[in-house]
């Protein structure tokens, strides 16, 4: 056997290997490829119930933003608006630049004739970014200030004039920083009516006045928690809904 032969044999035995690893270090990974392929042949079959199983029990042990916009697909062919809203929505709390659940939302509530849920400014700011980036972005941003300022001192060095504004500016991105972290604290109160005619009622119970009845896919924010219902505000006004009604913004 030639020296090229046996190099070319050691290369495959060691991607061999290396393959063989990534498998045993990250088992969940084949077979979440296979829930995702299966919940995608399910839909081309136009069996959406079952694609819809499919892909909620991988957003539920994986969540990520393509499998939540095929979940949104697969629910609102089975005629379920509230919980294809909320599966996009939360695609685009993941990710901010998903060009399809952005487009799927559009559509979604022109035809249902529903509205976006109603932000703060700090709250629309926080959209910008996935909500990891804001925590990344305060602390390098912070740090970055400290250390222009400290590492000159400490080195005996003078400052010069582009540090002091670079400083000014990365401290200046870490404020910023601060409203995007709390935006999507506060996000996390808002969700999405679920089931068609839900009750909105004046007391926490089943026996409570129904003041109004709910549309899938209205947007809402849970103030408080009793028992087995949430407090929320809407747009239509304000009482207790069962929590089973209700899906929050924030994956789980």
Known sequence: MSPKSEAQKSVCVVLAILVL???????????????????????????????????????????????????????WQRGHAGPAILAWEQALWIDPFNARAEANLKFARQVAQLDAPQLKWF??????????????L????????????????????????????LAALAFGIFLFSLAGNFGVISRTH????????????????????????????????????????LFIHTLAGSGWLEQDDFGPLCPR
Do not use: M
Request: charged content about 15%; overall charge positive.
């Open 138 to 165: 305060a602390g390098a941003s912070l740090w970055l200030s400290l250390g222009l300022l400290i590492f000159p001192g400490i080195f005996r060095r003078r400052k010069t004039g582009w540090q002091q504004w």
């Open 21 to 75: 690893l990534v498998c045993l270090l990250n088992p969940g990974r084949a077979a979440a490829t296979d829930t995702f392929t299966r919940g995608l042949e399910l839909s081309r079959a136009g069996q959406f119930p079952e694609a819809a199983a499919a892909f909620e029990q991988l957003a539920g042990a994986r969540p990520a933003a393509g499998t939540l916009v095929n979940l949104g697909l697969a629910d």
């Open 123 to 136: 709250e629309a700011v926080s959209a910008w970014l996935p909500p990891n980036a804001w925590v990344w």
């Open 190 to 229: 808002t969700g999405f009516v679920l089931k068609k005619n839900a009750p909105l009622r004046l007391t926490p119970t089943q026996d409570g006045e129904v003041i109004t009845t709910l549309v899938p896919g209205e947007p809402a924010r849970a103030l408080r928690t009793r028992g087995h219902y």
